[in-house]
């Protein structure tokens, strides 16, 4: 990772750019919303990921990565400076429809092709709710392995020394997240994957980040993974940097706005070690807005 003289600011605190795009997704695998200005707090963006999509049958609730059709729905509050606003769906038709609509949950279910219901957040201790579907005690991996869609002879992550708590729920329990609430992608890593595969569409919502960092001229190549054990700071909020953010299937699928593009996956396995974007974990509070400079702490995690 290069960095312009200009941009230090001490010897242990840089200045890495500006806050470009925050984003944050209503409903879990669907399309999202950017909004100008947050209260970051330790789940990450306020309204994100509050609503998810439960195979009926399974009783299982599902992601873009089992049910990329998802992606070609859009979810957005009716104000997107609310955080508590009710909840609207763009279907791939064009078509409206708020989440409690009777009708939605039918929509759904003929668009995925299972009967399916959107559900709201539930408290940690109900563990059947965010319980993984299990017919057997393999299957669920090799499901899960499949969802990214690699080519023979390519890398996956390392899925068979998964935690037991990742083997047996589908989400962190009291939310819908995978791995983190927070997750972070630079405009660096974006221009140098695009030099690479100049030909595929990389629009940033294939990534499906929270926070975009535009850096500066002088930050080149994957410059996000060089943030891992480290903490960034916008105004008063502090994210530490904790792991790289592998990719899936859902990167090549189409959404609204543009189509699928296997190539990408491709180049990301094999120029980027499979990885674009870090998550991170909200340790400070804080408002951030579009606009607002990052810095990032040079020494490690304290």
Known sequence: MGTSEDSRTG???????????????????????????VQLGPMGVPGDR??????????????????????????????????????EIQFPDGSRLSATDPQTDRRLSALLGHESRLQRLRPASDEAFYRRYKA?????????????????????????????ETQNYVSLRGSFFLVSPFHIVSTASLVHLAELNAQ???????????????TPPGMTGLAEQAWLG??????????????????????????????????ILRTIVREADQN?????????????????RVFIDNGPIK
Request: hydrophobic share 35%; net charge negative.
């Open 11 to 37: 010897d242990d605190v840089i200045d890495i750019g500006r806050v470009k795009a925050i984003w944050r997704y209503p409903i879990k695998g669907m399309a999202g919303e950017h909004v100008e200005s």
């Open 50 to 87: 509050v609503m998810a999509v439960q195979d009926v049958a399974r009783q299982e609730i599902q992601s873009c990565k089992f049910r990329p059709q998802l992606l070609q729905c859009r979810a957005q509050t009716v104000n997107p400076q609310t955080l508590d606003g009710p909840i």
């Open 136 to 164: 057997d005690d393999h299957t669920w991996l090799e499901e899960l392995k499949a969802t990214f869609e690699r080519e023979p002879g390519e890398p996956l992550p390392a899925l068979d020394q998964l935690p037991e």
């Open 200 to 214: 595929a569409d990389w629009d940033i919502e294939r990534f499906r980040p929270n926070l975009v960092i535009e």
């Open 230 to 263: 480290k903490a960034l700071r916008i105004g008063s909020a502090r994210i530490e940097c904790s792991e790289p953010a592998p990719r899936c299937g859902a990167v090549v699928r189409a959404q609204q706005g543009f189509g699928s593009d296997t190539s």
């Open 276 to 292: 674009l974007g870090i998550y991170g974990d909200v340790t400070d509070s804080g408002q951030i807005t579009v606009g607002d």
